[in-house]
């Protein structure tokens, strides 16, 4: 009588034709639809498109128990959304906070449901800073969340910056990643760091195209566009980008990325060049240093090999700056995509850097 229940035990769960899927990208990502759905009962899973700053634009929310503190993830580029990237290299935070991904104008699905033609006279860093503002706002109320977390990578960190310190009173924490602060003299030691490894590499081809460009970032002139792509070609190939990678290979997720279809999937970064049209060589020109005080608590997390943003300059800020409280993070092996090369690292550090703060505040389910 036991036969038939070992032979139940033993049986396949799934018949070979089953087993050879997925055949195409629709069918990759329902698996990984799956298997990341929030099934847990005071869940929150949610794409929806909120009207920001006249238009409207694409916000994902995610998290097993909604009354985890919130984490806003202000993207990088600009123009190059993350959240394609969220399948993979925050699905644990999920457990821990709620966490939101927006897709900022003029990138992502923002980009796409909207006439980039309407949106091109907007495109200025004032009105991303302001975007941000109102859905924090948005985000107060509709989660019924007196603060939150903000984290801002790259481009995304002078967005979250001057909103902490605009509203500093509305966040927990400000969490700062490939955080820019001098970005003219980031670019500087960027450019000779690059150029240091090409020579050292005895890449001839990225000596001459780098040599081109000299003087880099001279103090006072706007960079041109051409340069600054140029210089990240070969910052991006010596591991500027991705520690111990020849370029920024984190987006290949957005291939696989559920929270889009394949038409979608196909078009994620096209905002990415029209965004940085209006953007980069204004945002490179900035100088963030000159902020050393915040009234809300002050963590960086920072790639010890990152050269797209200077990680070493973001370091001599953080010593001058005064905060409630601060706290300052290496990640060893990472360079500008920290939550990409180091998810692991990101989580624990969240936990016990910036979870507590929360929880003092009494933001979070009963322990």
């Not at 899973?45 to 929310?61: H, K, L, M, P, S």
């Not at 993350?82 to 003029?106: H, M």
């Not at 997720?253 to 940085?276: H, I, K, W």
């Amino acid at each position: 009588m036991l036969l038939p229940l070992v032979l139940a035990l033993i049986a396949p769960v799934s018949t070979p034709a089953e087993l050879a899927k997925p055949r195409n990208r629709a069918e990759a990502t329902a698996v990984i639809r799956d298997l990341r759905r929030i099934v847990t009962p005071n869940g929150i899973e949610r794409a929806e498109r909120v009207r920001i700053g006249g238009i409207d634009q694409y916000v994902n929310i995610r998290g097993t128990d909604r009354r985890n503190p919130v984490l806003l993830i202000l993207h990088g580029g600009p123009g190059f959304p993350e959240t394609p990237l969220a399948w993979w290299n925050t699905r644990t935070l999920e457990e821990y906070f709620t966490i939101v991904e927006w897709d900022q104008r003029g990138s992502g699905k923002t980009y796409l449901m909207n006439d980039p033609d309407a949106v091109a006279a907007t495109m200025k860093p004032e009105r991303f800073v302001s975007d941000a503002e109102e859905l924090v706002g948005w985000l107060r109320k509709d989660l019924h969340k007196q603060k939150v977390f903000v984290l801002g990578h790259s481009w995304g960190s002078y967005v979250g910056l001057e909103l902490a310190r605009r509203r500093p009173e509305w966040l927990h924490a400000y969490i700062g990643t490939g955080q820019a602060t001098n970005s003219p003299e980031s670019e500087r030691r960027g450019f000779a760091a690059t150029l240091a490894a090409a020579k050292a590499a005895r890449n001839e081809t990225a000596i001459t195209e780098l040599e081109t460009i000299i003087p880099y970032a001279s103090p006072g002139a706007v960079i041109p566009l051409k340069d600054i792509a140029l210089e990240r070609k070969w910052s991006d190939f010596f591991g500027g980008a991705m520690a111990f990678r020849n370029g920024q290979s984190d987006g290949i997720a957005a291939r696989l990325s559920p929270d889009y279809t394949d038409e979608e999937a196909m078009r994620v970064y096209d905002g990415n060049d029209f965004s940085q049209k209006y953007l980069f060589s204004s945002i490179v020109s900035l100088n963030l240093s000159t902020l050393t005080e915040l009234k809300c608590p002050l963590i960086l997390f920072e790639g010890r090999y990152d050269r797209t943003v200077n990680s070493a300059l973001a370091h001599e800020w953080f010593e001058r700056v005064r905060a409630p409280s601060k706290q300052f993070v290496w990640f060893e092996n990472s360079a500008h995509e920290v939550m990409s090369e180091e998810p692991g690292k990101v989580l624990v550090s969240l936990l016990r850097y910036a979870r507590p703060i929360a929880e003092r505040a009494g933001d979070g389910p009963p322990s």
